[in-house]
């Protein structure tokens, strides 16, 4: 049974730091494209993609929002992936989901991903 359960949101002044986890069990990355993703979805808006890296650590990406501000990072031995999220600002509010991607298809596309976690609540307050 897949499962990915995701860890390590909460509450944070603007500024601040915080260090999501995403946790995958009985995931399998059959090819090297294969990766992680990182989404979030605020009150009223769609889900934007935030970040993607291949399961063995290659090829980070981040959108615009996010870059240079967060780093995405992988452990392969405990199928986690981490997101580090730092110098925060309201605007990054929302509900951060990991996902497994598919083999083919734009990693920034959310329905080119298979396995969700639950998510997990980031607020930045003033």
């Known amino acids: 049974q897949v499962q990915l359960v995701e860890s390590g949101g909460g509450l944070v002044q603007a500024g601040g730091s915080l260090r999501l986890a995403c946790v995958g069990s009985?995931?399998?990355?059959?090819?090297?494209?294969?990766?992680w993703g990182w989404f979030r979805q605020a009150p009223g808006k769609e889900r934007e993609f935030v970040s993607s890296i291949t399961w063995s650590g290659s090829n980070p990406d981040y959108s615009n929002a996010v870059k240079g501000r967060f780093i995405v990072s992988v452990d392969i031995a405990k199928s986690t992936v981490y997101l580090q999220m730092n110098s925060l600002k309201r605007d990054d509010t929302g509900i951060y989901y990991c996902?497994?991607?598919?083999?083919?298809?734009?990693?920034?596309?959310?329905?080119?991903?298979?396995?969700w976690g639950q998510g997990t609540q980031v607020t930045v307050s003033p």
């Open positions: 996902a497994r991607g598919r083999p083919s298809g734009s990693k920034r596309l959310p329905t080119n991903y298979d396995y």
């Open positions: 009985g995931l399998t990355f059959s090819t090297y494209t294969m990766g």
